[in-house]
């Protein structure tokens, strides 16, 4: 018997949009500008805020440089999505390598 996936059953959820190889690129390399811009700022603090609140988490807006923490991962986005509505933010754990998990 030969098992189906619901999305072969389907077809494509949206097959209007098709991304072509340069339009992904782009969307990858705006990705990790964000990123790297979010990062620096995380870079920056990382030193002292390990020292008071390891393993928390941070969420950083990086247009205005404000960044919120809390232990709780949700609790940190939702601060920082009150403040700055419709901004894009990115979270962080609070440790030597800033990763929420482990593989």
Same mark, same amino acid.
């Given at each position: 018997? +030969? ?27 705006? #990705? ?8 620096? +700022? ?10 008071? !609140?390891? &393993?928390?988490? +941070? ?17 940190? #986005? ?5 403040? !700055?509505?419709?901004?894009? !933010?990115?979270?962080?754990?609070? &440790?030597? #390598?800033?990763?929420?998990? #482990? +593989?």
């Amino acid at each position: 018997m +030969i098992k189906t996936t619901a999305t072969r059953l389907r077809g494509r959820i949206f097959p209007e949009i098709q991304w072509t190889t340069e339009q992904k690129a782009e969307r990858e390399a705006e #990705s990790e500008a964000f990123y790297q811009r979010c990062y620096a +700022i995380f870079d920056r603090v990382k030193a002292e805020l390990i020292a008071t !609140h390891y &393993n928390w988490f +941070i969420a950083i807006e990086p247009d205005r440089g404000e960044y919120f923490i809390d232990r709780d991962l949700e609790v940190a #986005s939702l601060q920082c999505r009150e403040k !700055h509505p419709g901004k894009l !933010h990115y979270t962080f754990r609070i &440790n030597e #390598s800033g990763a929420c998990g #482990s +593989i």
